[in-house]
């Protein structure tokens, strides 16, 4: 009788080690789901951040074509702006931190007369390649805003 309570006794000590390796390969899995999500939360931070500073750059453009009275700006203002846009500095041309990574601008005139579309693209530097965020926003002057 001593045997068999020895031999039931070396199978619980057996079982117990593998519900420990099991709950700890399950709780592995779950700390794993949370990084990955909070990797998602800061990607999506990030694009936020983004998409509320093209919206500012969109706004900042439309009061300059407000104060010029016109939607058609000349060169060297979407120039300016672009190179804002681009964070790069007015003097130096050198990075300032400000801008949108890797960001074009388009400044469209509409068919209509007082009507441009803004279009800013950019790529964040952890997207993928030929993955590109864009805002566009229409301009539209009327006519007190322009008399």
Known sequence: MRKMNQSRGAKARGSSLIEVLVSILIMSFGILGVVGLHARAIQF?????????AALFGDELAAQMRLARSVNLSAAQIDTFTKRVQGLDLVTNQPNGS????????????????????TITWRHPGQPVGQLSQFVMDVVLTDEEIT
């Open 45 to 53: 931070s990030l694009d936020a951040d983004d998409r509320n500073r």
């Open 99 to 118: 801008g949108l990574p890797n960001a074009n601008v388009a400044v469209v005139a509409g068919a209509t007369p007082n009507v441009a579309t803004l």
